[in-house]
C-alpha cells in the first residue's frame, strides 16, 4: 500500500501542468487584400504572445516553424486571465497582432467550513 501511495504521490507531483494551447488558420492575404499563393502560406511563422490584459504589454512567447498552426502557450494560475494573440511573418514581413483571445486559470472548487464546535445547551 505505501509502494502505491508513494507512486501516486510522485506521479502527482512530477507531472505538469497542461499548457494551454492556440490554434490558428493561415494568413490567406496580404493586407492590401491581394491572395497569398497557397504555397507561399506554408512558409509563414508566427509569434506567439501573451499579457495579463487585452490590450497589451504582450510578452514573446514563441516562434514556431514555417506551416506550423498550433503552440503551447503558458496556462493562466488560478483565477488569472491570460490574453493571447500572434503574428504572422512571412518573407521577413510581419502583419499587425491578431485579435486577442483569453483563458482564465480555473478556481479551485469550493470547501465548506468545518463544523462549528464548542456546542452547548444550558
Do not use: C
Not at 8 to 18: Q, T
Not at 26 to 51: H, K, L, R
Request: charged letters at 10%.
Amino acid at each position: 500500500m505505501k509502494k502505491i501511495l508513494a507512486l501516486l504521490l510522485f506521479l502527482f507531483i512530477a507531472v505538469p501542468a497542461i499548457p494551454a494551447v492556440l490554434t490558428w488558420n493561415p494568413s490567406d492575404t496580404y493586407e492590401d487584400s491581394t491572395p497569398i499563393p497557397v504555397d507561399m502560406q506554408a512558409q509563414e511563422i508566427f509569434i506567439t504572445y501573451y499579457a495579463t490584459t487585452e490590450t497589451g504589454n504582450w510578452i514573446e512567447h514563441s516562434v514556431t516553424g514555417m506551416g506550423v498552426l498550433t503552440a503551447q502557450v503558458p496556462e493562466p494560475p488560478q483565477g488569472v486571465t491570460y490574453w493571447y494573440t500572434l503574428e504572422t511573418e512571412l518573407v521577413g514581413l510581419r502583419s499587425a497582432k491578431a485579435a486577442p483571445v483569453s483563458k482564465t486559470g480555473p478556481f479551485p472548487p469550493a470547501v465548506p467550513p468545518s463544523h462549528p464546535q464548542g456546542l452547548a445547551v444550558h
